[in-house]
């Protein structure tokens, strides 16, 4: 982490520690980037038992910073101090318990929403925490049982397969924007599900490629199918990527 965003990183953790509701406040691997890069900006999650302070109560304590907006439904702080952009997301710990303690009661939820949420926790960089709690958390992740996995799987192979046959009625009827929604959708399921058959978390959609490459199990010629389908290649029709698709999709089902 560059000296500056460590700074500021320290300075705002000391300001949210100080809050009795506040049981953890950690960093995210986004802000362990070049501050060039138009993907960093510095991320910070805090957990909490309670409310935490109200907004203008917040902004104070941030010393009133440039470009302050706040999203309510979502919980979140967002702001530039010293150039720098900031968020600062608040989770409460109840609902953070539910899916951790009961992760494959909630699997009807995860197979909407990712296991993203999962990522987050695992990956975090503990900046200041009041007890152990995020330590018992990790561990718990760690240990997830077989059936969170195959479930997941199951649930995320459904839609990809969903998303495929979609693509193929778009590619046959010329619709280019339903054809552009059906890839994507693919694409996204396909990586989820590779993702569970390695029983890794799904990380956000901007380092998707980067932990696919990583992964130890993968199909056959995986790279040069995936790599088809994302780039843009007039020399290819729809009909002729779709088939590039079924082709992808049939060697992730074979997986075991």
């Known amino acids: 982490m560059r000296p500056k965003v460590e700074r500021i990183a320290r300075s705002l953790t000391d300001i949210l520690a100080s809050w009795e ?11 362990e980037g070049d501050v060039l890069d138009p993907y960093f900006a ?3 999650d805090v957990y909490h038992r309670a409310s935490v302070p109200p907004l203008e109560e917040r902004k104070k304590a941030f010393g009133d910073p440039g470009a302050f907006e706040s999203a309510q439904v979502q919980a979140k702080d967002r702001f530039f101090l010293e150039g720098l952009p900031v968020r600062i997301e608040y989770k409460s710990i109840e609902s953070i318990e539910q899916f951790v303690s009961r992760g494959s009661e909630y699997l009807w939820i995860l197979q909407n929403s990712g296991t993203y949420i999962f990522y987050r926790l695992a990956t975090a960089t503990v900046l200041w925490q009041r007890s152990d709690w995020m330590d018992g958390v990790k561990r718990r992740l760690g240990e997830l049982s077989p059936a969170f996995w195959s479930g997941l799987r199951e649930a995320f192979q459904a839609k990809m ?43 956000s959609h901007r380092g998707i490629e980067a932990h696919l490459n990583a992964l130890p199990q993968l199909p056959d010629d995986f790279q040069g199918r995936w790599e088809t389908l994302v780039r843009s290649d007039a020399s290819m029709s729809r009909e002729q990527k779709y088939k590039v698709a079924e082709l992808l999709a049939r060697s992730i089902v074979a997986l075991q």
């Open 21 to 31: 509701s506040v049981e953890c406040v950690a960093l995210c691997e986004q802000s």
């Open 42 to 44: 510095l991320v910070l």
């Open 161 to 203: 397969e969903h998303h495929l046959a979609d693509l193929g009625a778009a590619a046959y009827q010329d619709d280019g924007f339903f054809y552009l929604v059906s890839m994507g959708g693919f694409l996204r399921y396909a990586a989820a599900t590779l993702l569970m058959i390695n029983k890794r978390f799904e990380p």
